[in-house]
């Protein structure tokens, strides 16, 4: 699948702001012989270039990008092109203030900082428009422009007239009448009732924000307010040309908007990646990118593109720390191993001023073009060429599915049972991921929209799957019943699509699925433990929850170790129809998880990229019939393998038991 059909390569590059450099032609001449040097072959541009753009209201200035372009393409760099609705003018907030959010406590925002728009301000609906035509006019035939990448990390919500108009409107269209509203958001609660639209305020810290139900609806409406913006943006580039495709940036672990939702707006999902490197545990940090990638990927079940990573470091996070040598690489080609067309970084060159002039850079502001940052670019820059084949292979087909939901993300998090305010949704689903990442199996992330179909899979896992979306518990059990194997855990399948609780008993609709029924639910301090025994004496800590239930003639297959539920089941497996459902009551410790996948795995004979067994942190990846090994583990490790293999990257004979340093990747074939 190509997305660029103008240049179809791995992209290599990144954000580049000629327009703070362009009093300095030369700078910008040398841009170019450094982007060679560096094997770069595209950069974004625009993304912050309103101001310059339109410098006064209805004046607009294309000249400079006429001449950023020119320059680009006649030095054979490729170009995504931005629409600017990241930042607005000065001039347009003082003359339109409409163009400003409203925040939480129902404040207007003023001038500065950028991503705090009103996404339905009409001024700036149509500001957005005469500048996205214009530009799409002018651009979207030019030879040089790959990509469309629309505003910059679109992130938050308006409290404006307008968006609580909107917000009206949506709710009338999805409970059509007040009393349904007040039934499925259970506003009998602290005299909750409406007893008209106009009372329904957004959530806020002044006012409602003890409706979970409200809270989880308000996150949909702006989801859907995102989606609208990102489609009127779209409406006005690819009227100029409908070919050239569009991106927006997303980012990891995004509360604000329903990712799957969002992404049916696009036609490219891309994704900015900040990984912390050598902080205390670096295997952990690799599997959660990695299940970010995986995800990005899954949004659209399509490649994905790298927008943004840092060459060497970012300058945001409380400890911003170096890359270590054979980082770069490795982090460039995870990505590439979970199916980005790209590598991509912010920043090519460090500016001057402002918040971002420490932050990593291709170019620092010595201009050189030379160092170790320098040289850790050119050579994902060439390794890029050398895998050059891999360009059109996608990542190895999963035969595995985690269900991840924005909706039930919302619901967990905002629920104030469990461990308050820390129900750890993200990191509790990446746990079971990095089991299966381990052992090198492929894994596609579904969300519970009414598309999502099951029966590809040999394993679906459903962890902490607070809600059950309407029809879902039928999906799981058609799925069973069929012959698929399902995992889910404690607190699965509390509470309806509205947030309201189940009646009748959890996990709703599954009992005789999964031969349990939830009974009660506890919380430990961090001081406390459990653990999971098996039945053959292997015994795996808990923390934080154990739930626990009520035998519906599932086969227990663990038990708690300790407390006044020692002895009842934490584990169980029954047989349903023609398959089989896992049903784990605790939150258990990685390496139980790794154990309990291990045997699930290797009973169902799941593919893995690599049949050995590798160390701890050392991970295979497959895309294409290559395989991407990987060294995570902060230390040298012994690999032996049982096959024989070329590494795309050195073009060395690969096989045997050799050291594989700490930091380092190979890409065998
Ligand atoms: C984000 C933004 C960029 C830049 C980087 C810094 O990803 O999109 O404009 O601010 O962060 O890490
Ligand atoms: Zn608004």
Redesign the pocket.
């Known amino acids: 699948m190509t997305f660029t059909p103008r240049f179809p390569r791995f992209l290599h590059g990144g954000?580049y702001n000629p327009d703070q450099w362009l009093d300095r032609p030369d700078i910008l001449d040398r841009d170019i012989e450094l982007m060679h040097k560096a094997h770069v072959n595209c950069v974004s541009i625009g993304?912050f270039s309103w101001a310059k753009l339109e410098p006064q209201d209805g004046v607009y200035d294309f000249d400079w990008l006429d001449g950023v372009i020119d320059r680009l393409w006649k030095g054979g760099i490729h170009i995504i092109l931005a629409t600017p609705s990241g930042a607005r003018p000065a001039w347009m907030a003082q003359k339109y203030p409409e163009v400003l959010r409203v925040d939480e406590h129902f404040n207007r925002n003023h001038f500065g900082n950028r991503h705090n728009h009103c996404p339905s301000s009409p001024v700036y609906r149509e500001k957005v428009r005469a500048m996205n035509t214009r530009l799409a006019e002018r651009y979207a035939h030019h030879p040089a422009v790959i990509l469309w990448h629309l505003s910059?990390?679109y992130s938050g919500d308006c409290r404006c007239e307008h968006c609580q108009k909107k917000w009206h409107a949506w709710l009338k269209n999805r409970y059509g009448t007040l009393d349904n509203l007040n039934r499925s958001w259970w506003t009998s609660f602290w005299a909750g009732t409406y007893s008209d639209w106009s009372q329904i305020e957004p959530p806020s810290p002044r006012g409602q924000s003890a409706n979970t139900s409200m809270l989880v609806d308000w996150r949909r409406f702006s989801t859907q307010q995102c989606k609208d913006f990102i489609l009127w943006e779209k409406a006005a580039v690819k009227a100029a040309n409908p070919e050239l495709l569009c991106t927006a940036?997303l980012m990891e672990r995004f509360w604000d908007y329903d990712y799957f939702s969002l992404s049916e707006a696009l036609d490219v999902v891309s994704w900015?990646a900040?990984p912390q490197w050598h902080g205390e545990d670096d295997i952990a940090r690799a599997a959660e990118f990695a299940m970010n990638h995986e995800m990005m990927r899954s949004f659209k079940d399509q490649p994905f593109l790298l927008m943004?990573s840092?060459p060497s470091l970012?300058n945001?996070k409380r400890v911003n720390k170096l890359k270590r040598p054979g980082m770069h690489l490795l982090s460039s080609m995870q990505s590439l191993a979970h199916g980005s067309q790209s590598v991509l970084y912010?920043q090519w060159r460090k500016g001057r001023g402002g918040v971002?002039m420490f932050?990593g850079a291709v170019v620092d502001h010595d201009g050189l073009g030379e160092g170790r940052v320098f040289e850790d670019v050119t050579q994902v820059g060439t390794a890029l060429e050398k895998l050059a084949p891999l360009y059109d292979a996608p990542r190895d087909k999963a035969k595995v599915c985690i269900i991840y939901d924005w909706s039930s993300w919302w619901a967990v998090e905002s629920s104030q049972s469990g461990q308050l305010g820390h129900m750890q949704y993200f990191d509790t689903v990446n746990m079971h991921y990095r089991a299966l990442w381990q052992q090198g199996v492929s894994v596609d992330f579904r969300d519970m929209r009414d598309c999502t179909d099951l029966s590809g899979y040999d394993l679906v896992a459903a962890p902490l799957l607070f809600m059950f979306r309407d029809g879902f518990a039928e999906k799981l059990r058609a799925y069973v019943e069929n012959g698929g194997r399902l995992l889910t855990t404690y607190f699965s399948g509390v509470v309806d699509d509205t947030d309201l609780a189940w009646l009748g008993g959890a996990p709703h609709g599954l009992i005789d699925v999964l031969g349990v029924r939830a009974t009660e639910l506890d919380a430990l301090h961090p001081q406390d433990s459990n653990a999971l025994v098996m039945q053959d004496g292997r015994s795996f800590p808990i923390h934080e929850l154990c739930e626990l239930n009520e035998n519906h003639g599932a086969q227990t297959l663990g038990t708690y170790g300790s407390d006044f539920y020692q002895g009842m089941p934490c584990l169980t497996r029954n047989a349903y129809g023609r398959g089989e459902a896992y049903y784990l009551a605790a939150k258990v410790d990685q390496s139980g998880l790794d154990a309990i996948y291990e045997e699930i795995i290797s009973a169902l004979n799941i593919p893995r990229a690599l049949p050995d067994k590798l160390p701890e942190g050392v991970v295979a990846t497959g895309r294409g019939g290559a395989v991407f090994l990987q060294n995570y583990s902060g230390r040298d490790q012994t690999v032996t393998l049982a096959g024989s293999y070329t590494d795309m990257l050195t073009d060395r004979e690969v096989s045997g038991t050799f050291t594989f340093p700490a930091c380092s990747v190979m890409v065998l074939k």
């Open positions: 954000d993304i910059n990390e940036n900015d900040y943004e840092s970012v945001w912010f971002e932050h």
